[in-house]
């Protein structure tokens, strides 16, 4: 029976040993960067597509116990087309960081989202520049009389034992 136990208890530990990766080192290198080349398009119909834009936040930070501990998090931005018909137009999508510094920008020509496709922004769980105020503004352009697109970002972390998640929504500003 001892030994039953016993051997039970080692291969409990072995397995937790053996899962525990110790070797996992984290890279502050970005990841791969997006390339949207293939989806550029020219607008010559500007004037007759209703323009706007969206405001995002996103956080690759939160809080935890106090003010001086935090959790870092990784974010998924989602731009969605919601347009069955017609193709959304995106002209600039901009990162800043909680005190308002630009970190990156995704778009440099407008870019074409087919109907209803989405194109995704990942940003890393180690990639702590934007803080806990990050956020994104995109501005985007539809034919008139089709939807407005969707922003939408998903923040996860699977911090030692615990997991959490939540979502945020864009706003139109414009």
């Given at each position: ?6 051997n ?9 040993f053996?899962n525990c990766?110790?070797?996992d080192k984290k890279s502050d290198?970005?990841?791969s960067?997006i390339?949207?080349?293939n989806?550029?398009t ?13 405001y995002l936040s996103v956080y ?5 116990y106090?003010e001086?501990?935090?959790?870092d998090?990784t974010?998924t ?6 347009n069955?018909?017609a193709?959304?137009y995106?002209?600039k999508?901009?990162y800043?960081?909680?005190h308002?510094n630009?970190?990156h ?6 870019i ?22 990050a ?7 539809v034919a008139?009389?089709?939807?407005k697109?969707?922003?939408e970002?998903?923040?996860i972390?699977?911090y030692?034992?615990q997991g959490l998640?939540?979502t945020?929504q ?5």
């Amino acid at each position: 029976m001892k030994s039953t136990v016993l051997n039970s208890l080692l291969l409990l530990f072995s397995m937790l040993f053996i899962n525990c990766n110790f070797n996992d080192k984290k890279s502050d290198e970005p990841l791969s960067k997006i390339d949207w080349s293939n989806k550029e398009t020219q607008l010559t119909e500007k004037d007759s597509l209703t323009m706007g834009t969206s405001y995002l936040s996103v956080y690759s930070q939160i809080y935890s116990y106090t003010e001086h501990t935090s959790i870092d998090l990784t974010a998924t931005v989602s731009i969605r087309n919601t347009n069955a018909n017609a193709k959304t137009y995106l002209l600039k999508a901009d990162y800043f960081d909680t005190h308002g510094n630009k970190i990156h920008s995704y778009v440099n020509r407008p870019i074409a989202l087919s109907e209803l496709e989405t194109l995704e922004i990942v940003i890393a769980e180690f990639d702590k520049k934007g803080g806990t105020g990050a956020n994104f503004i995109f501005e985007w352009a539809v034919a008139p009389e089709s939807t407005k697109p969707i922003f939408e970002a998903v923040m996860i972390s699977t911090y030692g034992q615990q997991g959490l998640s939540f979502t945020t929504q864009g706003h139109q500003i414009k």
